[in-house]
C-alpha cells in the first residue's frame, strides 16, 4: 500500500503497514495488532510527540545502560518490526546484548525475528532456540524461558512494549528495568524502575541519541543522573500531560453531550 506523506495520519498509517507486513512474515501475532491499536489511543492522549517527562526517562535510560555491568534489551515482534535497526544502534552505544523473548513462543517466530536483527546489524541474538534454556522464577507464561548469558544474569534490562508480569518478576530478582510503554498506568509502567511514556518508534531513536551523548561522561555523572530520577513523577506528569490535553481540547470547542440519565443496569 502506498501511503500519500501529505496524509494527516502518515506516520501512524506506516507503522501500521510495518506490523501488518511482519505479521504476514510470522513474526508479529494477531495480539501483537491489537497492542499497538491500544497504544495508539494513549498516543493520541500525548499528543503524539515526547514529551518533558518522557525526555528525563530517555536521559535515565541512557545512563542506567551505560553504568550497567550486563545491560540487555528484550526484543519481541513488535519491537523488531518498527525498530530492529534502532535495538541495534542502541547495544552498540551502550555494550548491550539483544535477546529475543516472546509470549507467544515459536522457534520459526524466534528465528524470524533473529534474523531480522541480524539484517539490522546485530552479530549475535540470544533467546533463539535452546539458548532459551534458564527459567525466569515465579513466571508460568513463554516468557519464562530467557538465555543463561543475556537476561538472566542481566542487572539492567530494557523491555519495550512488555507485559506487567515479566516486569514485576524481573524486579523481584533484583534487576533494574527500562520500559517503554505509551500507557502510564499499567503495570508494566509502574513496577519499573524507568518508564518512558512514549511510542517506541520517538523513544528509541531519541535513546540511541542521548547514549551516544552520554558515553563519554564520567560513571558518577551519570550515576547522579539515577540518583536525581523519580519514576513515580515521572508517571505523574504523563498523566499531568493527558489532562492538559485534554483541557485544551475542551476549551478549543469539543463539546460532549451525557445523557442526563444513565441506562439501566450501566
Sequence with gaps: MIIPPQHPRYHSLLQREKLVEAFKRGIVVPQGLIAHGRGECFDYLIGERTTEAAKKAIEAAAAALLTARHPVISV????????????????????????????YRSREREEAIAEVLRRAGAKEVLGVGEDASAMIPELFSERRRVSPRGIYVADVVLVPLEDGDRTEALRRMGKTVIAIDLNPLSRTARAANITIVDNIVRAMPLLVEKARELKGRSEEELLGILKRYNNEEVLREALMEIWRNIEGWFRRGLTIEFPKQLPEGF
Design 76 to 103: 519481541n515482534g513488535n519491537t523488531a518490526a518498527l525498530v530492529a535497526r534502532e535495538v541495534v544502534e542502541l547495544a552498540e552505544a551502550t555494550g548491550a546484548r539483544i535477546e529475543v523473548n516472546l509470549f
